[in-house]
């Protein structure tokens, strides 16, 4: 049961440099999104996708681009890195038909810990 | 005021203790509500959703109160397993998944 894969789970980059985090889902969901997290600020959206081909921003998609080519696959760029976006990002996927059962559920990668020197 | 706020904690209790965290939200006409678990250094996992009547599962009760904007969650019988931080979530604005709010967390520490 593999679920939702991030890669890589550690990265320390350079500022300025680039670079991709990987997401891929099996479970078929239609809905992707990719949030980060830091200390005292909980889990803030970056951009989602409700399908393949299609994205959204988030509350904080400045620094970022996404792209979704395949429903299983959701990738987050970081074009030129900058300190302020050393964080810890998840992956998540969830499915239409679990909202309208209103579950809300969202499942989770393990995360992907990104520091920018 | 912030959209989803949380009591950071730490809430330190011992094992069997009861304890229940707040939780309020600021958009009146938002329209599900979740309460997510975290443990350290890994990733959110869906607890428990709450209805507008009340849920439980086990030892844990999860509340809303409409009026007052805010949910609740309730533990019995603390395990130590329990230890986690737990996450808040509103839909907002309801539509879109986008519109997930997450709380900041709270911590959760329980003690021999």
Known sequence: NAGVTQTPKFRVLKTGQSMTLLCAQDMNHEYMYWYRQDPGMGLRLIHYSVGEGTTAKGEVPDGYNVSRLKKQNFLLGLESAAPSQTSVYFCASSSPKLNRLNTGELFFGEGSRLTVL | ?112
Do not use: H
């Not at chain 2, 009861?18 to 250094?41: G, H, I, K, M, P």
């Not at chain 2, 959110?44 to 507008?52: A, D, E, F, G, Q």
């Not at chain 2, 986690?84 to 997930?100: D, E, F």
């Open chain 2, 1 to 112: 005021r912030k959209e989803v706020e949380q009591d950071p904690g730490p809430f330190n209790v011992p094992e069997g203790a009861t304890v229940a965290f707040n939780c309020t939200y600021s958009n009146s006409a938002s329209q599900s509500f979740f309460w997510y678990r975290q443990d350290c250094r890994k990733e959110p996992k869906l607890l428990m959703s709450v209805y507008s009547s009340g849920n439980e599962d086990g030892r844990f009760t999860a509340q809303l109160n409409r009026a007052s904007q805010y949910i609740s969650l309730l533990i019995r019988d603390s395990k130590l397993s329990d230890s986690a931080t737990y996450l808040c979530v509103v839909n907002m604005y309801g539509g879109s998944q986008g519109n997930l709010i997450f709380g900041k967390g709270t911590k959760l520490s329980v003690k021999p």
